[in-house]
């Protein structure tokens, strides 16, 4: 059974930086394309970013060149580097698979909130 976990989100000041984790078990990590996405309050789940097998990115014109993402095979984890934090970032941020950047979504994670301070 796959199971995707995230972790660090938390609270951090306007400007801040945060880096979720999200570590993956039962899975073929390695083959699947990871990806990002934010729920803010009342608001429709939005991706954020995907990073394929080959490292390659996708990322939503609201973050680009805030939040990078990386993966570590190795390690079975995807991060999501949050840089510059606003007030617009705060939401519950999860993770999920699937078999290529086209394909939908297999599992999600729990998600992980994300609060900002001004």
């Known amino acids: 059974q796959v199971q995707l976990v995230e972790s660090g989100g938390g609270l951090v000041q306007t400007g801040g930086s945060l880096r979720l984790s999200c570590t993956a078990s039962g899975s073929t990590f390695s083959s699947n394309t990871m990806g990002w996405y934010r729920q803010g309050p009342g608001k429709q789940r939005d991706v954020v970013a995907s990073i394929d097998t080959s490292g390659a990115t996708y990322y939503a014109d609201s973050v680009k060149g805030q939040f990078p993402s990386s993966r570590d095979n190795a390690k079975n984890t995807v991060y999501l580097q949050m840089n510059s934090l606003k007030p617009e970032d705060p939401a519950v941020y999860y993770c999920?698979?699937?078999?290529?950047?086209?394909?939908?979504?297999?599992?999600w994670g729990q998600g992980t909130q994300v609060t900002v301070s001004s």
């Open positions: 999920n698979d699937r078999k290529s950047m086209f394909s939908e979504v297999g599992t």
